[in-house]
């Protein structure tokens, strides 16, 4: 029973720091972008197929604002690729659960009262997919890199504007070759720094 109590406040413990420490604690985040996908089957050549992604995250810091993990939920569409050459590739629609791991720096100088960081996030995810017009799903996983910078107001500390460029490796059993990098731009809520405001 104490060893049980002892792991409950163990966890407690960790949860809260962000908290009562100097870090920014956990964020929510809701992103919106657009970009490419290219996509390769091993009898045609490669097409660019233009879609869009929208996503709610969240992030906890790992001893520092520095190290972050994370997860996501998200859709994802793509559009058909073009007809030329006679090839065309069907669009479909994704829907996909990610774990991230980033690391972000602060730069030493502001733009316009803004302080801003830059960094890089390594993810996995997991995706349920969909033909256009059609009733036909499909599973497959992903991994990818972020590059991204993050911009904090001074007067609204407890937001956060980032500009992130992903590259997305799509492990699709049906092609030779798939991957995505849909630009965004993402909100972020850190509900610790609005309650240390209020």
């Given at each position: 029973m104490?060893?049980k109590?002892?792991?409950?406040?163990s966890?407690?413990v960790i949860?809260s720091?962000p908290?009562?420490?100097?870090?920014?604690?956990?964020?929510?985040?809701?992103?919106g972008?657009?970009?490419?996908?290219?996509?390769?089957?091993?009898?045609?050549a490669?097409k660019?197929?233009?879609?869009?992604?929208?996503h709610?995250?969240?992030?906890?810091p790992?001893f520092?604002d520095?190290?972050?993990?994370?997860?996501?939920?998200?859709?994802?569409?793509w559009l058909?690729?073009?007809?030329?050459?006679?090839i065309?590739?069907?669009?479909?629609s994704?829907v996909?659960?990610g774990?991230?791991?980033?690391?972000?720096r602060?730069?030493p100088f502001?733009?316009f009262?803004?302080?801003?960081s830059i960094?890089?996030r390594l993810?996995g995810e997991a995706s349920?997919?969909?033909?256009d017009?059609?009733?036909?799903?499909?599973?497959?996983?992903?991994?990818?890199?972020?590059?991204?910078?993050?911009f904090i107001?001074?007067?609204a500390?407890?937001?956060?504007?980032i500009?992130?460029i992903?590259?997305?490796?799509n492990?699709?059993?049906d092609?030779q070759?798939?991957s995505?990098?849909?630009?965004?731009i993402?909100?972020k809520?850190?509900?610790?720094v609005l309650?240390?405001?209020?």
């Amino acid at each position: 029973m104490h060893k049980k109590n002892i792991y409950l406040f163990s966890i407690f413990v960790i949860l809260s720091a962000p908290v009562f420490s100097e870090n920014r604690g956990f964020s929510l985040g809701l992103s919106g972008g657009a970009g490419i996908s290219l996509t390769k089957d091993s009898r045609f050549a490669v097409k660019l197929q233009p879609g869009i992604d929208y996503h709610f995250s969240t992030e906890i810091p790992l001893f520092s604002d520095d190290f972050h993990i994370g997860s996501r939920i998200g859709y994802m569409h793509w559009l058909n690729s073009s007809l030329s050459k006679g090839i065309l590739y069907r669009g479909y629609s994704s829907v996909y659960f990610g774990l991230s791991v980033s690391f972000r720096r602060r730069i030493p100088f502001k733009l316009f009262r803004t302080g801003i960081s830059i960094g890089g996030r390594l993810i996995g995810e997991a995706s349920i997919n969909e033909y256009d017009y059609t009733y036909l799903d499909y599973f497959y996983p992903s991994a990818g890199i972020e590059a991204f910078a993050e911009f904090i107001p001074e007067f609204a500390p407890f937001i956060s504007f980032i500009a992130v460029i992903p590259f997305i490796y799509n492990f699709r059993p049906d092609l030779q070759y798939s991957s995505s990098s849909p630009f965004s731009i993402r909100l972020k809520l850190y509900p610790v720094v609005l309650w240390r405001k209020l």
